[in-house]
């Protein structure tokens, strides 16, 4: 990557403030952190920095979308302390991230290590406010952005406050780029993209440019049901981005003109409600009852993806294929995942949640590469120039 590290900059004495990405998974009922995969992949960088005796570090990060509001819920206390544990070094938690009582508490903090409260509580931070980026900037001497899995988004923490300090990557951004980019660039054929989860608005404009790359497009999770519906099949009321069903037409037209093989679950697991399910039942095709929510792929489904991907050379793959959180849907995704272990293919795995579900069935270390980034590896894989990476200072 041709940009500055950590190791380019004088960190001694310094305030440093670093843009990390510990949106990590939480137990819907407790708020207990889930996987702490994002937060241990920041470690070798606070390490890094620590040993070079700066005057502070100053930690920021986002959890979850509380859309510019205070969410109880959504504050980082779980997270400090699980930082505190993993880097056995005390952490204080700030109760705001901006403000001059912030830059007080700051300076007054007898803990070197501080982490900032959740960026999303200001609705500044998303709408990329050059005030709010400035006063980020003005607790520190420079800037490390080390998170990668929020890389593509140009958010004032990630894009804006780089106009206003002296600008670096973390070890974590910089490895990720560096892995994604020789693996990507050529990948062995064929290529297989899986795609699932739950962020369909935000990942379904990628497939169009992945058409250019992949060969295969096996569609799961939360994606599936507009492309289904898009097709003129009953999905009851399962997750629908209506904005996008027509988007979804063109990408599958768009598909078959490249030659590119797109698979959709065949059928489903499918539920009458998700948090206390009456009825659980298998459809017996794709279509599936009013009333009815699904909730994983069926066994036809976890055949076909099987059968699709078992010829596959490169396995890139974001996104649940149904809500693995609860083990009765889980299935779908255990499946699939340990499938694909035993092929002879380069799995490449990103995102938050699709990381903690590998974790969760003890695959990490059967796979090629987990990626720490779930939209910001595929806005990668695209071409695209992530906002995030693109504001940093070009190594010289
Ligand atoms: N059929 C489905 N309906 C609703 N949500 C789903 C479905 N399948 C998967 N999901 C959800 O998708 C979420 C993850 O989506 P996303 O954030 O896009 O993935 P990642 O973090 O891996 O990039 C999971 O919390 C999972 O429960
Ligand atoms: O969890 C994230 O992305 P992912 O779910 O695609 O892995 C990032 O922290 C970005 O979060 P956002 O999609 O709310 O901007
Ligand atoms: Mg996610």
Same mark, same amino acid.
């Given at each position: 990557?041709?940009?500055?590290?950590?190791?380019?900059?004088?960190?001694?004495?310094?305030?440093?403030?670093?843009?990390?990405?510990?949106?990590?998974?939480?137990?819907?009922?407790?708020?207990?952190?889930?996987?702490?995969?994002?937060?241990?992949?920041?470690?070798?960088?606070?390490?890094?920095?620590?040993?070079?005796?700066?005057?502070?570090?100053?930690?920021?990060?986002?959890?979850?979308?509380?859309?510019?509001?205070?969410?109880?819920?959504?504050?980082?206390?779980?997270?400090?302390?699980?930082?505190?544990?993993?880097?056995?070094?005390?952490?204080?938690?700030?109760?705001?991230?901006?403000?001059?009582?912030?830059?007080?508490?700051?300076?007054?903090?007898?803990?070197?290590?501080?982490?900032?409260?959740?960026?999303?509580?200001?609705?500044?931070?998303?709408?990329?406010?050059?005030?709010?980026?400035?006063?980020?900037?003005?607790?520190?001497?420079?800037?490390?952005?080390?998170?990668?899995?929020?890389?593509?988004?140009?958010?004032?923490?990630?894009?804006?406050?780089?106009?206003?300090?002296?600008?670096?990557?973390?070890?974590?951004?910089?490895?990720?780029?560096?892995?994604?980019?020789?693996?990507?660039?050529?990948?062995?054929?064929?290529?297989?993209?899986?795609?699932?989860?739950?962020?369909?608005?935000?990942?379904?404009?990628?497939?169009?440019?992945?058409?250019?790359?992949?060969?295969?497009?096996?569609?799961?999770?939360?994606?599936?049901?507009?492309?289904?519906?898009?097709?003129?099949?009953?999905?009851?009321?399962?997750?629908?981005?209506?904005?996008?069903?027509?988007?979804?037409?063109?990408?599958?037209?768009?598909?078959?003109?490249?030659?590119?093989?797109?698979?959709?679950?065949?059928?489903?697991?499918?539920?009458?409600?998700?948090?206390?399910?009456?009825?659980?039942?298998?459809?017996?095709?794709?279509?599936?009852?009013?009333?009815?929510?699904?909730?994983?792929? *069926?066994? =036809?489904?976890? @055949?076909? &993806?099987?059968? /699709? $991907? !078992?010829?596959?050379?490169? +396995?890139?793959?974001?996104?649940?294929?149904?809500?693995?959180?609860?083990?009765?849907?889980?299935? *779908?995704? =255990?499946?699939? @995942?340990? &499938?694909?272990? /035993? $092929? !002879?293919?380069?799995?490449? +795995?990103?995102?938050?949640?699709?990381?903690?579900?590998?974790?969760?069935?003890?695959?990490?270390?059967?796979?090629?590469?987990?990626?720490?980034?779930?939209?910001?590896?595929?806005?990668?894989?695209?071409?695209?120039?992530?906002?995030?990476?693109?504001?940093?200072?070009?190594?010289?």
């Amino acid at each position: 990557m041709n940009k500055m590290t950590v190791k380019d900059v004088d960190l001694k004495g310094k305030k440093i403030i670093m843009r990390v990405d510990f949106n990590v998974p939480q137990d819907k009922k407790t708020g207990a952190i889930t996987d702490d995969t994002r937060i241990k992949a920041a470690i070798p960088t606070i390490d890094y920095i620590l040993k070079n005796n700066p005057k502070k570090l100053i930690l920021m990060t986002h959890l979850g979308r509380p859309d510019g509001q205070v969410k109880e819920t959504l504050r980082l206390d779980p997270v400090a302390q699980r930082l505190q544990e993993l880097i056995k070094t005390p952490v204080r938690k700030l109760n705001d991230c901006v403000g001059p009582e912030i830059a007080k508490a700051i300076d007054a903090s007898p803990e070197k290590v501080i982490l900032l409260e959740n960026l999303r509580f200001h609705a500044e931070e998303e709408e990329n406010d050059p005030a709010f980026a400035k006063q980020l900037a003005s607790l520190a001497d420079t800037y490390v952005n080390d998170a990668f899995g929020t890389a593509h988004r140009a958010h004032a923490s990630t894009e804006g406050v780089a106009h206003d300090l002296p600008a670096v990557a973390g070890f974590l951004l910089d490895k990720e780029i560096e892995y994604l980019g020789k693996s990507l660039e050529q990948p062995d054929k064929p290529f297989a993209v899986i795609l699932g989860g739950a962020k369909v608005s935000d990942k379904i404009g990628v497939i169009e440019n992945l058409l250019t790359k992949a060969q295969v497009l096996v569609i799961g999770g939360g994606m599936a049901y507009t492309f289904l519906k898009a097709q003129g099949i009953a999905i009851g009321n399962s997750k629908l981005e209506k904005d996008k069903i027509d988007l979804a037409k063109e990408t599958l037209q768009k598909a078959k003109k490249a030659g590119v093989k797109v698979i959709l679950p065949v059928d489903h697991l499918v539920v009458d409600n998700i948090d206390t399910p009456t009825k659980i039942e298998t459809t017996k095709d794709a279509a599936i009852p009013d009333g009815m929510i699904a909730v994983d792929i *069926g066994p =036809k489904s976890i @055949a076909l &993806f099987c059968d /699709t $991907l !078992k010829s596959a050379k490169t +396995i890139c793959w974001n996104g649940p294929l149904g809500i693995f959180e609860n083990d009765k849907y889980a299935k *779908g995704t =255990k499946e699939v @995942a340990t &499938f694909i272990t /035993t $092929l !002879k293919a380069k799995t490449i +795995i990103g995102g938050g949640d699709t990381a903690s579900a590998v974790a969760k069935f003890g695959l990490e270390s059967k796979m090629t590469h987990i990626s720490t980034g779930g939209g910001a590896s595929l806005e990668f894989m695209e071409g695209k120039v992530l906002p995030g990476i693109a504001a940093l200072k070009d190594k010289q």
